[in-house]
Nanobody
Framework: QVQLVESGGGLVQAGGSLRLSCAASKRTANAYARAWFRQAPGKEREFVTGITWNGGSTYYADSVKGRFTISRDNAKNTVYLQMNSLKPEDTAVYYC???????????????WGQGTQVTVSS
């Protein structure tokens, strides 16, 4: 069993930046693709970005391309999400996930973190 713990959420003004971290409890998580999803109130959980196990490929939702960057440090069992030029519509709970491959479907991921709140004020 792999546990994922997110951190770094908070309140920021529009145009600002935040960096989220997702630490895994076991090195075995390094063999998994990792992704970030988000869920706004009253909406379904949606794919934000994903990265392959070795960091060789990354994928982004159109809504965050050019503003968000995902990266991973397997020596630290940690994945990061750098969020720049934040908009009020980025407000959501952000979840870290681990799965066999990067895919946009929620049900294809094996492990999830508890989520961290990101609030962007206008």
């Amino acid at each position: 069993q792999v546990q994922l713990v997110e951190s770094g959420g908070g309140l920021v003004q529009a145009g600002g930046s935040l960096r989220l971290s997702c630490a895994a409890s076991k090195r075995t998580a390094n063999a998994y693709a990792r992704a970030w999803f988000r869920q706004a109130p009253g909406k379904e959980r949606e794919f934000v970005t994903g990265i392959t196990w070795n960091g060789g490929s990354t994928y982004y939702a159109d809504s965050v391309k050019g503003r968000f960057t995902i990266s991973r440090d397997n020596a630290k069992n940690t994945v990061y999400l750098q969020m720049n030029s934040l908009k009020p519509e980025d407000t959501a709970v952000y979840y870290c996930a681990a799965g066999r491959q990067v895919i946009m479907r929620v049900e294809r991921y094996d492990y999830w973190g508890q989520g961290t709140q990101v609030t962007v004020s206008s």
